[in-house]
C-alpha cells in the first residue's frame, strides 16, 4: 500500500493484509514514539498512516508520527513509526533494548537494573520495567537465549505497554521488506509469552 499523503521519495508501504481504519486512532503520547519524554507543551505530535489488520495470524498494528513544534514548524528528525502486535490483556511496561555506554549511568539512577541470571543477556541488553515479576516470566531462560541470536532485538528497542508489545523507530516507516522483519519478531516473542502472563491481574 502506498502512503496517499506522501510523495516522491517519502513514500511508503506496508506488508498485505493490512488496511486503513475507518475511524480515526488516537494513541497515547508514550506508546506511540521514541521520543515519549519529549513532553514540551511546544511540541505537536500527529499520528498518521494508520494501519491495522491481520498479519500472518496475529493483529497488528502501524503508524508514523510527525513532530511539530508550535512555533518553528515540523521537525522531520524528530519524525518516527511505530509496529505493534495488540495484546489481549493490559500488561505492565517492560522495556527492553540493546545496551548502550550510558548503562552505568543509568543504574546508578536505578534505571535498567533487572538481571535475569544469563550472563550474556544482563550484558547485551538492558532492561526497564514496572513489575519484574512479570518481566521474569516473560524473559525466561529460553526466551533470552532467543534474544541473543535474534538481528531485530541486537538493533531495536521494543516493549511491552498496555495493550500493544511495540516497537517504535526514527523515522518514516520503510517498504515491506523492512517492516516485516520486525513484524515478525514480534509475533515470534508474543508466541514465547507464557499463557499465565495473560491473566487479567497481570
Known sequence: MTNPYASGDEQWTVPDGLHQPEQEETFPQSMATPHAAST???LVYEHWGVFKGDWRGFPVLCFNVSVSDRISGPIPSMDSHTLAVELPVVCPLLSISPATALRPVRRLFGFGGTRFGH???DRRFQVDTSDKEFARRVLGPATTSWL?????????PFRFEGVLLLMSNSGIMGPPEIVAPK???LCEL???????????DT
Not at 541473543?148 to 531495536?156: D, G
Open 119 to 121: 550472563d550474556g543477556f
Open 148 to 156: 541473543l541470536e535474534h538481528p531485530v532485538a541486537a538493533a531495536n
Open 190 to 200: 508474543y508466541t514465547r509469552v507464557p499463557p499465565g502472563c495473560w491473566t487479567a
Open 183 to 185: 513484524l515478525q519478531f
Open 40 to 42: 514540551s507543551q511546544y
